[in-house]
């Protein structure tokens, strides 16, 4: 068992240890489930963003408007493993 310190701000740091366990890196966020007991379940939240969301991301990084044909032979070079 691991224990930690909360320190007067109300705030506790996980070792590097608990992180690797749980599969939870740099920048990333972390989900506390709390139950009626007073305990808490603590995991690594995974995104579940939508294709719309990741469109969004993309939105503004270029000016170059593709076609179809271009898009479609992108996509096959990339499943082909060619830049």
Do not use: C, S, Y
């Amino acid at each position: 068992m691991t224990t930690l310190t909360v320190t007067a701000r109300g705030q506790v740091t996980l070792r590097k240890d608990v992180l690797q366990h749980l599969g939870i890196r740099p920048g990333e966020k972390i989900e506390l489930d709390l139950l009626p007991d007073g305990r808490g379940i603590l995991k690594a939240a995974r995104l579940t963003g939508t294709i719309d969301g990741f469109v969004g991301l993309l939105a503004r990084r270029t000016n170059k408007v593709a076609t179809i044909e271009e898009i479609n032979a992108a996509i096959a070079q990339g499943w082909a493993g060619k830049k």
